[in-house]
């Protein structure tokens, strides 16, 4: 499903209005039976605000940037804690994962912490197990929050199988030294840097609070 571009009418605005200048002044300049000195003025005046209006439109084309396309993520929606954690625990995993699926562009999102998974919430893949692949090995060996923009570009995609199949862009965010965030969006290149700084920050309250506590 391609997601409507909101700017399309103003995008389009400059080249339609231009376009109408210069049908009219055409249109004058044939009705004209004897053209004066100022007219052919106001009429070159007419011509070049006309061609200004076309290429800004044109330019506006090309530049603006357009919502990136969006789809329907594949799987159920869910809801699954790992049975075995205390209460503060849990609580503050649901609290995270609901802030983060309500203010960022995430629709499915994985928490793994030495090697258990502890939640899984939003859109679900078929798959519950997480195997770390080489990717995620090296989001936790360097300590580092690793961002696919685009996943189906990615030949390591496989690896992500416990997401939705069509999962269009990825964030591991590191939750301290031994556990990750995996988050899912249904577009590509769709996560902005306050979104990055606010998914780091929303994963350092909870290392401190699952380390204290597991």
């Known amino acids: ?4 571009d909101p ?18 002044l055409l249109i004058n300049r044939l009705l004209t039976p004897e053209l004066t000195e100022s007219q052919s003025r106001g009429d070159v005046l007419g011509v070049i605000l006309s061609a200004v209006l076309i290429l800004t439109g ?6 603006q940037p357009r919502s990136p396309d969006a789809v329907e993520l594949i799987g159920e929606e869910g809801f699954v804690l790992a049975d075995d954690l205390p209460e503060a625990v849990k609580t503050e ?3 995270a994962s609901r802030m983060i699926l309500t203010n960022t562009v995430t629709r499915s999102l994985v928490v793994v912490y030495q090697g258990k998974v502890l939640l899984r919430r939003g859109i679900l893949g078929l798959k519950s197990e997480v195997v770390p692949g080489a990717i995620l090995k090296r989001v936790l060996e360097k300590q580092q929050p690793v961002y696919l923009v685009n996943l189906n570009i990615y030949p390591g995609k496989i690896e992500f199988d416990y997401l939705p199949e069509n999962t ?3 964030i591991c965010q590191p939750i301290g030294d031994k ?7 249904n577009s590509p290149r769709s996560y902005t840097k306050q979104d990055e700084n606010w998914i780091a920050g929303i994963a350092d309250k909870l290392a401190v609070t699952i380390s204290s506590c597991i």
């Open 1 to 4: 499903m391609t997601k409507p």
């Open 168 to 170: 269009q862009g990825v």
């Open 58 to 63: 044109l330019i506006w084309q090309q530049v």
């Open 179 to 185: 556990g990750v965030m995996i988050l899912g969006a």
């Open 7 to 24: 700017n399309r009418v103003l995008r389009r605005l400059p080249i339609v209005v231009g376009g109408l200048g210069a049908i009219l």
């Open 93 to 95: 995993l649901a609290w």
